[in-house]
């Protein structure tokens, strides 16, 4: 699969899908191999549903995981710390790809934040948002993530927290191109910023101003009403997943689903065989065309190449062979000419007689 990563807007609508594990609680706890969460909920009137998270995406399912014969040391904490609690709240950290999930258990308050961006990471804070258990530490220029450390990343606003004004105003203040501009400060990531400039008429390289930026805020605003769960195949191959209906994959084949995360799920779990668009069975008809007219051209140039070696070699046994028909004429009965040693058989329906020639 090509698709290496979560963007921004693509979270939004997970973190809305999530909405309905909200008040769930929380069963066991697996980690099938490093930067791989999976937790067990269950919630009346929803069922038993699987939050899964394996660096970089993060999604529900229905598929129970096969469980790890040893635990890692964090998630062993985090059984202790979590199983038995219930999810109070389940929201993005503004524009930035983390999740941050508060939970409840007797007395006490827990944030559990999955970091999808760079190398990935899962803390869980106290309610203060002091760090009781990392996955990783890590040290980066303006913070710390590690045990006793206070978990700090500064919040960026999402998309769809701005307004018209907002947008344009930030907008104009890039310095990069229209493309870059929406996929970085916007974090509309490479896809859906390409999917923007298409709608809005722009090329990728087209200059920041106000004009472009009313023109991008109208398009992004018209793409993120079109909602429309998908797998993306190229021939063989899933190229994408995609919560939103995009233009720039019109000419692909497509597999729909009722939600994001089943999409998501039916490609690293269940492994849905790819669909073939009609594009795709056209061009199959037609390369089969093109093999068959292949082969027959082949052959006709064999027969041809065969035909005129025969011919060849006629002209040159011409004298002889004349030789033999005149002597085949003079011959009133035609029973006697199988005594011509010459003549190997005749054929009088057909009219042919057949000699040998060496």
Same mark, same amino acid.
């Given at each position: 699969?090509?698709?290496?990563?979560?963007?921004?807007?693509?979270?939004?609508?997970?973190?809305?899908?999530?909405?309905?594990?909200?008040?769930?609680?929380?069963?066991?706890?697996?980690?099938?191999?490093?930067?791989?969460?999976?937790?067990?909920?269950?919630?009346?009137?929803?069922?038993?549903?699987?939050?899964?998270?394996?660096h970089p995406f993060l999604w529900l399912s229905e598929s129970k995981p096969e469980a790890p014969e040893k635990a890692s040391s964090f998630v062993m904490s985090l059984r202790r710390l979590l199983e038995g609690s219930f999810i109070k709240k389940i929201e993005q950290l503004g524009s930035e790809r983390v999740v941050e999930i508060n939970l409840t258990k007797k007395d006490?308050?827990?944030?559990?934040?999955?970091?999808?961006f760079s190398k990935g990471n899962t803390i869980l804070t106290d309610a203060e948002k002091k760090i009781i258990q990392v996955e990783e530490k890590q040290k980066w220029a303006d913070r710390v993530v590690e045990q006793g450390e206070k978990y700090i990343l500064k919040k960026k606003q999402s998309v769809f927290e701005l307004d018209k004004k907002e947008f344009i105003s930030k907008f104009i203040s890039s310095?990069?191109?229209?493309?870059?501009?929406?996929?970085?400060?916007?974090?509309?990531?490479?896809? @859906?910023?390409?999917?923007?400039? /298409?709608?809005?008429? =722009?090329? #990728?390289?087209a200059a920041v101003n106000k004009k472009n930026a009313e023109l991008c805020f109208n398009s992004l605003n018209d793409l993120l009403k079109e909602r429309e769960n998908s797998v993306i195949n190229e021939k063989e191959e899933v190229i994408d997943i995609v919560p939103f209906k995009l233009k720039l994959y019109e000419v692909y084949s497509k597999l729909e689903f009722p939600t994001f995360s089943e999409a998501i799920d039916s490609v690293l779990i269940k492994k849905v065989k790819k669909i073939k668009s009609q594009y795709d069975e056209k061009i199959e008809q037609i390369q089969k065309r093109i093999e068959i007219q292949e082969m027959q051209e082949k052959n006709i140039v064999q027969e041809i190449e065969e035909n005129q070696k025969k011919a060849e070699y006629? @002209?040159?046994?011409?004298?002889? /062979?004349?030789?033999? =028909?005149? #002597?085949?004429?003079?011959?009133k009965d035609r029973k006697k000419l199988k005594e011509l040693p010459e003549i190997k058989d005749v054929k009088e329906k057909e009219g042919i007689i057949v000699v040998d020639v060496k």
């Open positions: 699969m090509r698709k290496s990563s979560l963007s921004s807007i693509e979270l939004h609508v997970l973190i809305e899908e999530f909405q309905k594990i909200t008040g769930a609680r929380v069963g066991k706890i697996y980690n099938p191999d490093k930067k791989q969460i999976i937790i067990e909920l269950y919630k009346t009137g929803v069922g038993k549903r699987f939050l899964r998270y394996e006490k308050e827990y944030i559990l934040i999955i970091e999808l310095k990069d191109n229209v493309s870059k501009t929406l996929a970085v400060e916007f974090g509309l990531g490479g896809a @859906y910023s390409e999917e923007v400039c /298409i709608r809005a008429d =722009l090329g #990728k390289n006629i @002209y040159k046994k011409y004298q002889e /062979i004349k030789e033999i =028909l005149d #002597k085949a004429k003079s011959i």
